[in-house]
């Protein structure tokens, strides 16, 4: 099968933990890869922002990195890159018609207008990965500026448009259905993780005699400032945090020296490791050296870091927001604990590291579900699944005079 995806706003050629790099990152090369691996042929258009990239990148057996000239070939801020979506379509819509794909999928709401843009006028069908709405966040946090309010309506208008839609999360599908989407076009197929790669067997970082406690993430919606405000409520341990600018520039971020700051006010500073950005290559070895895997963010699809830290067979407490809630199965894998609530987080971790037994059989329950239901081959088995229901979708019924458009 001839597969393109649209990822317009994320390269999957972008350094591994470079700036942005996250997890869209991850699955659109991992996907991509998996489908290559099984013969198929697949080509991801990313938007080009440098003159020096070539038109097409080969990254791995049958998959293809193509930069399309859309906007500026420099990097632009997400805000900035929705003016240029008009001109990508534009540019989909003339490859394509040259040499139509059997199925388009496009990775999140921007790179869905320039597919449908490109593939409307030759009918191709198109498949859409959201990797998150914009309505959770502006509903969950209403003080806070989560993105434009243009966003929400072009999501809903995207979701009438395109043939199907695989949310990352049962949350994100009931959001969707929320948005009046039709039940029928909603298909759960969740992020996956790289069970070569994340494994309880490797090297570890080193570590001292105290427990250790991992997590990512320095913005402020991922949870951190209630964890340093749980380490305040446990005592002998340590944490360490990766995320955010490289470690020699973590000094000019202003939530870096607001928290290094709360870590003194808190009485915690001796005991918080801030490591900054963290290739994914040595997540790994950060994870495994970790007693504890902490993610709690406010909110948020992507389940990546747990899903990395199970699959190292490492217990983790997180927020049972977004994916968090398929991933982590409570008091059998993991924890699942209300974001925003340091407290609780403090009595759950105490918990947890005065019981190494109970600890040992989380990891243990955690790496088995991560490897039999978060590897890549089953993800790519079922979102495959999911492209042949559309196709079959198509042949059984009568082609619609005009597909609601995004506008």
Not at 133 to 142: I, K, S, T, W
Request: glycine share 10%; charged share 25%; proline share 8%.
């Amino acid at each position: 099968m001839k597969i393109d995806f649209v990822s317009a706003q994320v390269n999957p050629l972008a350094g591994s933990g470079g700036p942005g790099f996250g997890s869209q990152h991850v699955h659109v090369a991992a996907l991509a890869r998996e489908f290559g691996r099984h013969g198929h042929r697949v080509t991801i258009h990313t938007r080009r922002d440098s003159e020096s990239v070539p038109a097409r990148v080969r990254i791995a057996a049958g998959v293809t990195v193509e930069h399309v000239p859309a906007g500026p070939a420099r990097e632009l801020p997400y805000d900035k890159q929705l003016s240029c979506m008009a001109e990508f379509g534009q540019y989909l819509a003339d490859r394509w018609l040259r040499e139509p794909p059997d199925m388009v999928h496009a990775h999140y709401w921007m790179s869905g207008l320039a597919a449908l843009a490109g593939a409307r006028d030759l009918r191709l069908p198109v498949v859409q990965t959201f990797h998150g709405l914009g309505v959770p966040p502006r509903r969950r946090e209403p003080g806070e500026t989560q993105g434009p309010a243009v966003r929400m309506r072009l999501e809903a208008a995207i979701a009438r448009g395109v043939d199907a839609i695989l949310a990352t999360s049962t949350d994100e599908a009931f959001e969707l259905a929320r948005l009046g989407v039709s039940r029928h076009l909603v298909r759960v197929v969740p992020a996956g993780v790289d069970i070569g790669q994340f494994t309880p067997e490797g090297p570890a970082k080193r570590k001292g005699d105290q427990p250790r406690l991992f997590t990512v993430g320095l913005a402020r919606q991922t949870g951190l400032e209630e964890i340093l405000r749980a380490l305040a409520g446990v005592p002998d341990c340590e944490l360490l945090v990766a995320g955010g600018p490289a470690k020699v520039k973590l000094r000019q971020d202003r939530e870096y020296r607001r928290l290094a700051k709360l870590t003194g006010q808190l009485g915690v500073a001796s005991r918080v490791k801030f490591c900054g950005r963290v290739s994914h290559q040595d997540m790994p070895g950060m994870l495994r050296s970790a007693d504890l895997v902490v993610s709690v963010p406010w909110h948020g699809p992507s389940s990546l870091v747990p899903l990395e830290a199970m699959a190292c067979g490492k217990p983790v407490i997180a927020s049972a927001v977004g994916g968090h809630p398929d991933a982590v199965v409570d008091g059998t894998t993991g924890v699942l604990v209300p974001p925003k609530q340091p407290e609780v987080l403090a009595r759950r971790i105490r918990d947890l590291l005065a019981s190494p037994m109970m600890r040992q059989g989380l990891g243990i329950a955690a790496a088995d579900r991560a490897a039999a239901r978060y590897s890549w081959e089953r993800i790519g088995q079922e979102t495959l699944a999911a492209y042949d229901r559309v196709r079959q979708a198509r042949q059984t019924r009568p082609m619609a005079a005009d597909r609601p458009a995004a506008r």
